[in-house]
């Protein structure tokens, strides 16, 4: 491990913290702006479809979040970042561009809400003079003026007020600016209270205060007709009218709702006197108001459940019915609800945005040998959970859909007319180019039977050739009509092979404008999969067959003599259900055999033989393979419950496997449509129309566990079996209480496929998950921390160190189960044994002796006590790493004296460490809840441990898991040229609470020294990329220190260099006699990237 560390994120965060709706782009249509983390992304609604326009970066997490008038007509943005700056911004076609920018300073600004709150009001006489307000710190609002001009200062106010806690703040909309304020007192009672904003926004006057129940979290204010405030609570909502000024609290209403916990309400229509209200267990609740003819207020309050959906976090109303659902601690939505109609379906989901926050664990490995690694994610949060596998592949980008046309087969007929052949279960479509240049159906295609479904179809030369159950069709002649059925045929350039019943091959070929039959063979078991050699391939013509029952063979047939030349035992019970031949263009040919248990086998083809056998995991079942030309290279497409695309990469020699974002996919084939070639593919729901986006990055695939929200996840590599810890939280909505049922999970690491399932005790929450060897014994363990979330009784234990023993089989035996009076928070191997933290002591297992009776066969033994909760843990060697609440971290020795572990450094600073691990050369590497990354080193001489490094990761890390490969790193010698090196290197991977994976990468001096440079350079070049302040955001308080970026270069930065014009990428290496070339800095840059290309 090195003291300077590349710090780059592999997949961005998910979780969505805010949303505002306006006219950004055009000020007849209305956008969606949300944000994630430190991300904005601009989205248009089409067809009650969420549909991706920009992206952009900013320097610092926001925590505020409006729309305010642009003078132009069209909106733009305010925010604010969790470290006080603002800005407002606004959207041109390709950029987002800054409008103004400031920052708030007063000596007031001392303590953080824990919620940043905020509103848009109008301050002045004109409908321009608008201020936003900020409720970010306790004790203060800040008034922040819309400046006029662009590039004017913001000069925000700030106003004292007397509350500890902040819920809501709400524009009472009246015709004097007037805001409402929802909070907590020191003395946990609850009040609303009124003021008066004045002068454009430079005075804020308070006016009325009125007490509400301590239970009221949220606000919806109702102008006329309605003339009240919306108290909304835990179980209880009050409606307060308005008049003269004042809320009239004698003439308040109130109703009891059921016990949900309230993350977000929204006003839907003023005139109508409704709300909506979103809840941490995933329920849409409607609110309404009602009053009688004649009253100036509402005279009743009522509130219905809408449906189930996430637990939002931001809800943006779009009308007629349409609303946007954003979370942090889920998926995000968006739906359509039927407001005044009850009926048992009111709420229908339109489009969603996959997330993996909050993300608590993960496990890397490679999955099937292909090289590339996965990462199965620990996802959700209370009832929206999930396993999340994350991997490397394309985006389908869907350009068209057709609805409800489910295909068997796909082919494309590739000529001036181009045609769309599809195959249906028992008969056959035609689509083509209309004189319009429109998609449209054809009524018949040169003597193409429509009346069947479509085994094989082809253009040879000038004419079509279809195969059907029942026929061969060349042109307009049927040629050749069979006894018994085609079950299955191939077409390549004049050749055709087909399977005659279930046991007969027969071959054509195709001269001028007649088929000649060559040759027929029986087999004695039955054909499952044929296919034909390409001429192109350069090799003999050959074909390759599929057996199965009693044996499953592969076999090798020479042409035009269907002589068999070679053969290929395929695995005991399994069949193989689909092939490919393709040389990807180039010289070497391969041969793929996708088989029934979701695995493909794949070959050399060399001399006439199947060799170099090599196996993968596709999917939970056969893949069907299809060879096809995308952006002008051969790729095999592997279509399973997964998708999978195979393409040769000529620069390092190799096969690369990528996922693709497509499920459950029947049929693939390339054609000409309206707007270009197209990837047509099948799926249950219809056809769909698209491209595969050439980038290839992070993909997210799903897999429920009946409703289990998983929590710690851990692999076994020999029976390549996953232990998953999940639980899932039961709320009684009487009375408030939440109850837990957890599962250990046992899953298959290849397919996900569920084997077993072990019951916790109820209440009993997975916190650790380790799996190792016992040595001494002779067994592999999986071994299990608890804690129990619920205890009535004083002397109850508060958590369990479980021990599983893995059977070769892949099963997993309890062996027994110790109770501990303190929550088991982690556990590590260490030496031939485990270690574990409970509470503030850490434990060792002495001895394991399954003969014992049930509940002594596991001895453990406090070996550390400290004064503070011990939250994480890391060993090496004799060495245990220990985060805690309080103390950051200390090392821990194991003493020969008194067989203890006993402290040889202990760090000074105190922060709460949430992750932890020690790195090569007794380097450590932490993370804080502060969000902050370290990078500290033991120091002997007087057992403290020093901080080195310092970087500001603006999220909450919740693991970190190392990595160690062997790769070819570059080197910068004096002369400036590039050296390849081989060496071995460890790098970190994390997993964030708002859903992020992240890579830490150690890097020689040198390296950082260059990248340094370019990191300072590209933030000068690009200044999109600066504000508010890169530097006060990534490395704040950094002062007047000799290296102000404290050995962390923000790899998000630095790697724009890669996405920068030639002419501008030369100016930057110009700039500085630090950069050798750029060349060379682009092989920097691309070495560093690598690592993405691992997940």
Same mark, same amino acid.
């Not at 006029?148 to 200062?153: K, L, R």
């Not at 059921?258 to 993350?263: A, L, P, R």
């Given at each position: 491990?090195?003291?300077?560390?590349?710090?780059?994120?592999?997949?961005?965060p998910?979780a969505?913290?805010?949303?505002?709706?306006g006219?950004?782009?055009?000020?007849?249509?209305?956008?969606?702006?949300t944000s994630?983390?430190?991300?904005?992304?601009?989205?248009?609604?089409?067809?009650?479809?969420?549909?991706?326009?920009?992206?952009?970066?900013?320097?610092?997490n926001?925590?505020?979040?409006e729309t305010?008038?642009?003078p132009d007509?069209?909106?733009m943005?305010?925010?604010v970042?969790?470290n006080?700056e603002?800005?407002?911004?606004?959207f041109?076609?390709?950029?987002?561009?800054?409008?103004?920018?400031?920052?708030?300073?007063?000596p007031?600004?001392?303590?953080r809400?824990?919620?940043?709150?905020?509103?848009?009001?109008?301050?002045?006489?004109?409908?321009? &003079?608008?201020?936003?307000?900020?409720?970010?710190?306790?004790?203060v609002?800040?008034?922040?003026?819309?400046p006029?001009?662009?590039?004017?200062?913001i000069?925000?106010?700030?106003?004292s007020?007397?509350?500890?806690?902040?819920?809501?703040i709400?524009?009472?909309?009246?015709?004097s600016?007037?805001?409402?304020?929802?909070?907590t007192?020191?003395?946990?009672?609850?009040?609303?209270?009124?003021?008066h904003?004045?002068?454009?926004?430079?005075?804020?006057?308070?006016k009325?205060?009125?007490?509400?129940?301590?239970?009221? *979290?949220?606000? +919806?204010?109702?102008?006329?007709?309605?003339?009240?405030?919306?108290?909304?609570?835990?179980?209880?909502?009050?409606y307060?009218?308005?008049?003269?000024?004042?809320?009239i609290?004698n003439?308040r209403?109130?109703?009891?709702i059921?016990?949900?916990?309230?993350?977000t309400?929204i006003?839907?229509d003023?005139?109508?006197?409704?709300c909506?209200v979103?809840?941490?267990?995933?329920?849409?609740?409607y609110?309404?108001?009602?009053?009688?003819?004649?009253?100036?207020?509402?005279?009743?309050?009522?509130?219905e459940?809408?449906?189930?959906?996430?637990a939002?976090?931001?809800?943006?109303?779009?009308?007629?019915?349409?609303?946007?659902?954003?979370?942090?601690?889920?998926?995000?939505?968006?739906?359509?609800v039927n407001?005044?109609?009850?009926t048992?379906?009111?709420?229908?989901?339109?489009?969603?945005?996959?997330s993996?926050?909050?993300?608590?664990?993960f496990?890397?490995y490679? =999955?099937g040998?292909?090289?590339?690694?996965?990462?199965?994610c620990c996802?959700g949060?209370?009832?929206n959970? %999930?396993?999340?596998?994350?991997?490397?592949?394309?985006?389908?980008?869907?350009?068209?859909?057709?609805?409800?046309?489910?295909?068997?087969?796909?082919?494309?007929?590739d000529?001036?007319?181009?045609?769309?052949?599809?195959?249906l279960?028992?008969?056959?479509?035609?689509?083509?180019?209309?004189?319009e240049?429109?998609?449209?159906?054809l009524?018949?295609l040169?003597?193409?039977?429509?009346?069947?479904?479509t085994?094989?179809?082809a253009?040879?030369?000038?004419?079509?050739?279809?195969v059907t159950?029942?026929?061969?069709?060349?042109?307009?002649?049927?040629v050749?009509k069979?006894?018994?059925?085609?079950?299955m045929?191939?077409?390549v350039?004049?050749?055709?092979l087909?399977?005659?019943g279930?046991h007969e091959l027969?071959?054509?070929?195709?001269q001028?404008?007649?088929?000649?039959?060559?040759? %027929?063979?029986?087999?004695? +078991?039955?054909i499952?999969?044929?296919?034909?050699?390409?001429?192109?391939?350069?090799?003999?013509?050959?074909?390759?067959?599929?057996?199965?029952?009693?044996?499953?063979?592969?076999?090798m047939?020479s042409?035009p003599?269907?002589?068999?030349?070679s053969?290929r035992?395929?695995?005991?019970?399994?069949?193989?259900?689909?092939?490919?031949l393709?040389?990807?263009?180039?010289?070497?040919?391969?041969a793929?055999?996708?088989?029934?248990?979701?695995?493909?086998?794949?070959?050399?083809?060399?001399?006439?033989?199947?060799?170099?056998?090599?196996?993968?995991?596709?999917?939970?079942?056969?893949?069907?393979?299809?060879?096809? !030309?995308?952006?002008?290279?051969?790729?095999?497409?592997?279509?399973?419950?997964?998708?999978?695309?195979?393409?040769?990469?000529? &620069?390092?020699?190799?096969?690369?496997?990528?996922?693709?974002?497509?499920t459950?996919i029947?049929?693939?084939?390339?054609?000409?449509?309206?707007?270009?070639?197209?990837l047509? /593919?099948?799926?249950?729901?219809?056809?769909?129309?698209g491209?595969?986006?050439?980038?290839?990055?992070?993909?997210?695939?799903t897999?429920?566990?009946?409703?289990y929200?998983?929590?710690?996840i851990?692999?076994?590599d020999k029976?390549?079996?996953?232990?998953i810890?999940?639980?899932?939280?039961?709320?009684?909505?009487?009375?408030?209480?939440?109850?837990y049922?957890?599962?250990?999970?046992?899953?298959d690491?290849?397919?996900?496929?569920?084997?077993?399932?072990?019951e916790?005790?109820?209440?009993?929450?997975?916190?650790? +998950?380790?799996?190792?060897?016992?040595?001494?014994?002779?067994m592999?363990?999986a071994?299990?921390?608890? !804690?129990? /979330?619920e205890?009535?009784?004083?002397?109850?234990? *508060?958590?369990?160190?479980?021990?599983y023993e893995?059977?070769?089989?892949?099963?997993?035996?309890?062996i027994?189960?110790?109770?501990?009076?303190?929550?088991?928070?982690?556990i590590?191997?260490?030496l031939?044994?485990?270690?574990?933290?409970?509470?503030?002591?850490?434990?060792?297992?002495?001895?394991?002796?399954?003969k014992?009776?049930?509940g002594?066969?596991?001895?453990v033994?406090?070996?550390n006590?400290?004064d503070v909760?011990?939250?994480?843990?890391?060993?090496?060697?004799?060495t245990?790493?220990?985060?805690?609440?309080?103390?950051?971290?200390?090392?821990?020795q194991?003493?020969?004296k &008194?067989?203890s572990?006993?402290?040889?450094?202990?760090?000074?600073?105190? =922060?709460?460490?949430?992750?932890?691990?020690?790195?090569?050369?007794q380097?450590?590497?932490t993370?804080?809840?502060?969000?902050?990354?370290?990078?500290?080193?033991?120091?002997a001489?007087?057992?403290?441990?020093?901080?080195?490094?310092?970087?500001?990761?603006?999220?909450?890390?919740n693991?970190?898991?190392?990595?160690?490969?062997?790769?070819?790193?570059?080197?910068?010698?004096s002369?400036g040229?590039?050296q390849?090196?081989p060496?071995?290197?460890?790098?970190?991977?994390?997993?964030?609470?708002?859903g992020?994976?992240?890579?830490?990468?150690?890097?020689?001096?040198?390296?950082?020294?260059?990248?340094?440079?370019?990191?300072?350079?590209?933030?000068?070049?690009?200044?999109?990329?600066?504000y508010?302040?890169?530097?006060?955001? =990534?490395?704040?308080?950094?002062?007047?220190?000799?290296?102000?970026?404290?050995?962390?270069?923000?790899?998000?930065?630095?790697?724009q260099?890669?996405?920068?014009?030639?002419?501008?990428?030369?100016?930057?290496?110009q700039?500085?006699?630090a950069?050798?070339?750029?060349?060379? !800095?682009?092989?920097?840059l691309q &070495?560093?990237?690598?690592?993405?290309?691992?997940?």
């Open positions: 491990m090195s003291p300077y560390n590349y710090v780059t994120t592999l997949y961005p998910t969505i913290s805010n949303s505002v709706k006219s950004f782009l055009d000020p007849n249509y209305t956008h969606i702006v994630k983390s430190s991300q904005i992304e601009l989205w248009a609604i089409a067809h009650e479809r969420l549909v991706f326009l920009q992206q952009h970066a900013i320097s610092g926001i925590v505020v979040l305010v008038s642009h007509g069209k909106d943005l305010f925010l970042t969790d006080g603002c800005c407002f911004l606004y041109t076609d390709k950029e987002l561009k800054l409008y103004a920018n400031g920052c708030f300073e007063h007031s600004l001392t303590r809400q824990p919620d940043a709150l905020s509103l848009v009001t109008r301050t002045g006489p004109s409908e321009t &003079d608008l201020s936003v307000i900020v409720s970010m710190y306790a004790g609002l800040v008034a922040v003026p819309v006029q001009a662009e590039g004017d200062p000069d925000p106010f700030y106003a007020i007397n509350h500890s806690v902040v819920h809501s709400v524009d009472l909309g009246l015709d600016p007037t805001i409402a304020v929802l909070y007192n020191e003395h946990t009672r609850c009040f609303i209270q009124q003021y904003v004045l002068s454009s926004g430079s005075k804020i006057e308070p009325q205060n009125i007490e509400v129940d301590k239970k009221m *979290r949220r606000l +919806i204010p109702f102008p006329a007709p309605f003339k009240g405030i919306l108290a909304i609570g835990n179980m209880i909502i009050n307060l009218p308005y008049g003269s000024g004042r809320f609290s003439s209403l109130r109703n009891s059921q016990n949900v916990g309230i993350t309400a006003l839907l003023p005139e109508n006197g409704n909506l979103g809840t941490d267990s995933g329920d849409l609740y609110i309404g108001l009602k009053k009688i003819p004649g009253n100036v207020h509402a005279t009743d309050v009522f509130f459940p809408i449906g189930k959906t996430t939002p976090s931001t809800m943006v109303y779009l009308g007629d019915g349409l609303l946007f659902q954003g979370s942090i601690h889920g998926d995000s939505y968006l739906v359509k407001l005044y109609e009850v048992k379906h009111r709420l229908h989901v339109c489009d969603s945005l996959p993996l926050s909050p993300m608590t664990d496990c890397t490679s =999955r040998g292909n090289g590339q690694d996965v990462m199965v996802t949060h209370r009832h959970g %999930a396993l999340q596998i994350v991997s490397n592949g394309h985006d389908f980008l869907q350009s068209a859909q057709i609805p409800n046309l489910s295909a068997k087969r796909i082919f494309g007929l000529s001036h007319n181009p045609t769309l052949v599809i195959s279960s028992d008969r056959t479509l035609l689509l083509g180019k209309s004189s240049g429109e998609m449209t159906s009524d018949s040169a003597g193409f039977q429509l009346q069947e479904e085994v094989a179809a253009l040879i030369g000038k004419w079509f050739a279809q159950p029942t026929q061969i069709i060349l042109g307009d002649v049927p050749w069979p006894e018994e059925r085609i079950r045929a191939h077409i350039g004049h050749q055709i087909l399977c005659h279930e027969l071959y054509f070929v195709i001028e404008n007649h088929i000649k039959y060559i040759r %027929a063979t029986r087999f004695d +078991i039955p499952v999969s044929l296919i034909l050699a390409d001429a192109t391939h350069g090799m003999s013509p050959f074909a390759l067959v599929g057996l199965s029952s009693p044996e499953s063979i592969v076999q047939h042409l003599d269907l002589g068999m030349v053969k035992n395929m695995p005991s019970g399994t069949t193989p259900r689909s092939l490919a393709t040389n990807f263009g180039f010289h070497k040919l391969y793929f055999v996708s088989l029934s248990n979701g695995t493909m086998l794949y070959y050399d083809v060399d001399n006439e033989q199947l060799v170099s056998e090599r196996q993968v995991t596709l999917g939970l079942h056969s893949a069907t393979l299809s060879t096809l !030309i995308i952006h002008g290279c051969k790729v095999v497409f592997a279509t399973s419950n997964e998708t999978t695309v195979i393409d040769f990469d000529a &620069d390092i020699g190799k096969l690369q496997f990528t996922t693709c974002n497509l459950d029947q049929a693939v084939a390339m054609s000409d449509c309206p707007g270009g070639s197209a047509v /593919c099948s799926t249950a729901k219809g056809l769909l129309f491209q595969l986006d050439p980038m290839v990055k992070p993909q997210v695939s897999y429920s566990l009946d409703g929200v998983p929590k710690k851990a692999r076994h029976s390549d079996t996953l232990i810890g999940a639980s899932k939280m039961t709320r009684n909505y009487g009375n408030g209480v939440e109850s049922a957890s599962r250990l999970f046992i899953m690491a290849m397919t996900f496929h569920h084997r077993e399932a072990h916790l005790f109820p209440n009993e929450v997975p916190s650790s +998950i380790a799996v190792l060897n016992l040595k001494d014994h002779g592999d363990v071994c299990v921390g608890t !804690i129990f /979330c205890n009535d009784t004083s002397d109850a234990p *508060r958590g369990r160190f479980l021990m893995i059977l070769p089989s892949g099963s997993y035996r309890l027994d189960a110790a109770e501990l009076p303190t929550p088991v928070w982690d590590k191997s260490y031939d044994t485990v270690v574990f933290s409970s509470g503030a002591a850490i434990f060792m297992l002495e001895n394991v002796n399954p014992n009776k049930q002594e066969r596991l001895q033994k406090c070996k006590f400290s909760e011990c939250i994480c843990l890391d060993t090496q060697g004799d245990v790493l220990v985060g805690d609440i309080m103390q950051s971290v200390q090392l821990l194991s003493s020969a &008194d067989a572990l006993k402290c040889i450094a202990k760090d000074s600073e105190m =922060r709460w460490t949430t992750a932890l691990q020690i790195m090569d050369d380097l450590l590497l993370a804080d809840q502060s969000q902050y990354l370290y990078i500290k080193q033991p120091v001489a007087d057992g403290t441990v020093k901080t080195l490094g310092r970087y500001h990761l603006g999220d909450l890390v693991t970190f898991k190392r990595k160690s490969v062997g790769h070819v790193g570059m080197s910068f010698p002369n040229e590039i390849a090196l060496d071995m290197s460890t790098y970190t991977y994390y997993c964030t609470a708002r992020a994976i992240g890579a830490v990468i150690p890097i020689s001096r040198e390296k950082y020294v260059v990248l340094k440079e370019l990191q300072k350079k590209l933030l000068d070049a690009l200044p999109r990329l600066a508010p302040s890169h530097l006060n955001w =990534r490395y704040p308080d950094s002062g007047d220190t000799i290296d102000p970026y404290q050995g962390f270069i923000d790899g998000d930065v630095v790697e260099f890669m996405l920068m014009s030639a002419d501008s990428r030369r100016n930057i290496v700039s500085s006699k950069f050798p070339s750029v060349g060379a !800095i682009t092989a920097l &070495d560093l990237a690598q690592w993405r290309c691992r997940l």
